[in-house]
């Protein structure tokens, strides 16, 4: 777990880099980490993305009022999409229809606002937003053990 929540070297291999810090051997660290997954010890192993330093200086959050009997298939179709890095459910509020929610990441609003239609188009929900970040605060991976 200790060597996990470190960022991962920038290497060929970088798990193999990882484990021989830690005195490990690459399949030890990995067949550790398969059995934290399956015992729910760890839910996921995730990459952490700074995407303003890959030249993405916009970002989106699509907010869709989708009917809940259609929110498992266009979740499904905006989730599918390399463009989304991120797609999630959330309940709705008499004055807050918007049940899924949508994160893009553009160089430019214009293009997030672009995919939006696209989005809208292909799935037919005309009840959306789009709201922008306009600022960014810290990134961190957690750190449990150290």
């Known amino acids: 777990m200790r060597a996990l929540q470190q960022d991962l070297p920038l290497e060929e291999e970088p798990f193999a880099a990882l484990?021989?810090?830690?005195?490990?051997?690459?399949?030890?660290?990995?067949?550790?980490?398969?059995?934290?997954?399956?015992?729910?010890?760890?839910?996921?192993?995730?990459?952490?993305?700074?995407?303003?330093?890959?030249?993405?200086?916009?970002?989106?959050?699509?907010?869709?009022?989708?009917?809940?009997?259609?929110?498992?298939?266009?979740?499904?179709?905006?989730?599918?999409?390399?463009?989304?890095?991120?797609?999630?459910?959330r309940p709705t509020y008499p004055r807050w229809q918007y049940s899924l929610f949508t994160m893009t990441h553009a160089p430019s609003r214009e293009e997030c606002l672009a995919l939006a239609r696209q989005l809208a188009r292909e799935t037919a929900t005309d009840d959306y937003l789009v709201l922008f970040s306009t600022r960014e605060f810290k990134k961190e991976n957690s750190k449990f053990f150290w």
Request: proline share 3%; hydrophobic share 40%; net charge positive.
């Open 19 to 89: 484990a021989e810090r830690e005195g490990l051997e690459e399949r030890t660290l990995l067949a550790q980490a398969r059995r934290l997954k399956e015992r729910g010890a760890m839910r996921r192993y995730a990459a952490l993305l700074r995407h303003r330093k890959m030249g993405f200086s916009a970002n989106a959050l699509g907010c869709w009022a989708v009917p809940e009997g259609e929110v498992g298939t266009v979740g499904r179709h905006f989730a599918a999409l390399p463009q989304v890095s991120h797609c999630y459910q």
